[in-house]
Structures are given as structure tokens and as C-alpha cells.
């Protein structure tokens, strides 16, 4: 992975002015880019977002403009650069037990009624949080999972969380945040993320325990998934927002075949499916089971 710190060969020429203007002909060669990179769509009315994002890019690269920059995206020596560009691109807006009744769900209902069918025999339950962003996700999910799964030994439990943005992975993993976002959580929940004293000032950490729970690693939700699953539940919320409708599709067919079948989808409150799905049932605000 290319870094601007160790990679760059504008650095040395720092600019003191940097042109952001954003070409008609540019924003539609990043936005075919990114889309055949990520799927992501990038539309005409985020063009003022784009162009400030890439400005950032401008800048860490010591180049002069966004032409520039559009310019260095066409030769060959920009392939390290692909990542840094759809790591600036994405959007990673998230918070801990965001849409809230999801992880009462899990909590509730799902996990002991896995319990109830994987005890006793070394069971295995894979939970997967896909487009995880800066972890409140699937710390989110590890402590609403935590006391209901307890200090067992005969339970193989996992949590995988992904996403397509690597400098968030780390910001995830390290799961070191503001102290201010646990100070606005109602107060049952809070206890439940086993907060530990040693982050900065004004910071809090989530505790080793349930950082164990997790394995973050990068993934591009379109390309080929190294992993055969099945999963027992995925979260993949408030993303495919950000796809086409063949995108979508493509990407709900490959969901439902990594779920077990009786496994659970959890999407984002403004998602609906791309179609009805033959294998998938509503069975609450955007949750679904997978029945065959």
C-alpha cells in the first residue's frame, strides 16, 4: 500500500496554491473510475464533495492541481495510488448500536436461539459486518453478543469485519475513540462495550476482550470474497446506497448464498432490496432470514 509519507514523488515540491478546479471531463474520469474499482456511484450532484477530496489527495501528493492529480490517475505508475483514491472517496459515517433495534435483535432472539442449537458440541456461529467503517459496528454487535455467549469453551465464535478502506481498518482496530461518543449512549448499553483505561486524553478504548471477538480485514465487496462462510448473520448496512441496482443484486445473490440457511441479513433503514429475493423473508424492519 502505497503511503504519501513514504511513496511520494512530488513531495519535495510542495506548492503553495493548489488548483481544485474540477473539469466536467475529470468528474466523469473519476467517477467511471471509482465505479470500476469499487461499484461505487459517485453522482453529478456530489461534485463539490469529490472535488474536495481530491484537493486533500493534491495536497498530500505536493502536486499543483486536480488536473494534475486526474493526469497521474492515467498512467501506469498510479496503480498504489488506486487505493489511497477510493479511500478518500468513501464515505464513513457510522456510530456505536446505530439503528438500534438491530443488535436488540441479535441479542434477544438470534443468539440464543443459536445457543440453543450449537451447544455442546464445540458449535461454530460466524458473524459477518460488512463495510464495517471505523468499527462502532462490529463492536457493536461483539458487545451485544458478548454476555449472552459468556466464558464457554464449547462455542467457536467470530466476528469478521471488513471494508474497502484501509485507513479506516486501522483506526478500527486499534478501537480507540472519543470518550464524548460513549458519553451520549444510553446508559444500558455503555457498560456493555467493557470500556479499559490506557487511550489518550479525552479518549476511550475498547477493551482487549472484545477486540479479540473481531478479526478486521480489507475487502472489496466487488471482487472475489475469500471466504466460503456460511455465516450465520451479516450486517451490511447504509451501503448499498452507494451502488446501482445490478451491483445490488450481484451483491445480495452472494450474500445469500454465504448464509446458512435459517441465517440473518441485517440492511440499513433507508435499504430495501433491489427485488424480493426468492431465499430471503422480511421479518422485521429491514431484517431478513434466508429460508432455503
Avoid at 479479540?212 to 472475489?224: D, G, P, Q, V
Amino acid at each position: 500500500m502505497n503511503r504519501p509519507a513514504s511513496s511520494n514523488p512530488f513531495a519535495a515540491a510542495q506548492p503553495a496554491m493548489t488548483d481544485v478546479t474540477l473539469t466536467r471531463d475529470d468528474m466523469k474520469f473519476i467517477a467511471t473510475l471509482v465505479y470500476e474499482q469499487a461499484g461505487i456511484v459517485i453522482r453529478e450532484h456530489k461534485e463539490a464533495m469529490t472535488r474536495g477530496r481530491l484537493a486533500r489527495r493534491v495536497k498530500a501528493l505536493g502536486m499543483n492541481s486536480v488536473a494534475e492529480y486526474c493526469a497521474f490517475l492515467k498512467t501506469p505508475q498510479a496503480a498504489g495510488e488506486l487505493p489511497e483514491l477510493i479511500n478518500a472517496v468513501t464515505t464513513n459515517h457510522t456510530a456505536f448500536f446505530r439503528e438500534r433495534h438491530h443488535f436488540d435483535h441479535l441479542r434477544k432472539d438470534v443468539m440464543p436461539r443459536l445457543l440453543q442449537e450449537r451447544a455442546g458440541r464445540r458449535g461454530r456461529i460466524r458473524i459477518w459486518s460488512a463495510a464495517c467503517s471505523s468499527g462502532e459496528e462490529p463492536y457493536s454487535i461483539a458487545a451485544s453478543c458478548r454476555d449472552v455467549v459468556g466464558p464457554r469453551s464449547d462455542l467457536d465464535f467470530k466476528i469478521l469485519a471488513t471494508d474497502i478502506d484501509t485507513d479506516i481498518l486501522t483506526r478500527a482496530e486499534a478501537g480507540i475513540y472519543p470518550a464524548e461518543l460513549f458519553e451520549r449512549l444510553p446508559s444500558d448499553v455503555k457498560p456493555m462495550l467493557k470500556l479499559e483505561g490506557g487511550a489518550g486524553r479525552g479518549e476511550a478504548r475498547i477493551s482487549d476482550e472484545l477486540r479479540r471477538m473481531i478479526a478486521f480485514k480489507r475487502l472489496n465487496l466487488i471482487e472475489k470474497w475469500p471466504m466460503s462462510g456460511p455465516f450465520d448473520v451479516i450486517f451490511c448496512r447504509n451501503v448499498f446506497i452507494y451502488f446501482d441496482t445490478q451491483t445490488k443484486a450481484s451483491i445480495l445473490d452472494r450474500f445469500v448464498a454465504l448464509l446458512a440457511p435459517g441465517g440473518f441479513l441485517y440492511l440499513g433503514h433507508s435499504e430495501s432490496l433491489p427485488q424480493p429475493h426468492p431465499n430471503l423473508r422480511l421479518i422485521g424492519r429491514t431484517i431478513y432470514e434466508r429460508t432455503a
